[in-house]
């Protein structure tokens, strides 16, 4: 399977942005969709995935109640709604998929999308 992230960009704190990933080359519905991200020096950190077949979300609890997760599997993507950004959120996020169940672990994905760099200004 294949991803392509987009939807990043340069936002002003307090605003809001969706990140979007395009899956192809292969049926989805047994993968889960997680997130990531990787500030500058920083290490890749899990954000949230989804299960495609049920829409069953999980998240980190460092962006719980603004970050949300969705799919539209008619049109095989996934989302990332990022509300109330804030300069910590500066990273590049990535896109991945797994299909290990609740896959928290940057090596249990082994398909991950290019990336897409989310920039906060305060």
């Known amino acids: 399977v294949q991803l392509q992230a987009s939807g990043g960009g340069l936002v002003q704190a307090g605003g809001s942005l969706r990140l979007s990933c395009a899956a192809s080359g292969g049926t989805f519905s047994r993968y889960i969709m997680g997130w990531f991200r990787q500030a500058p020096g920083k290490e890749r950190e899990f954000v949230a995935h989804?299960?495609?077949?049920?829409?069953?979300?999980y998240y980190a609890d460092s962006v719980k109640g603004r970050f949300t997760v969705s799919r539209d599997s008619a049109k095989n993507t996934g989302y990332l709604y990022i509300n109330n950004l804030k300069p910590e959120d500066t990273a590049v996020y990535y896109c991945a998929a797994s299909l290990f169940g609740g896959a928290r672990d940057a090596r249990d994905y082994d398909s991950w999308g290019q990336g897409t760099l989310v920039t906060v200004s305060s």
């Open positions: 989804i299960t495609w077949n049920y829409g069953t979300t």
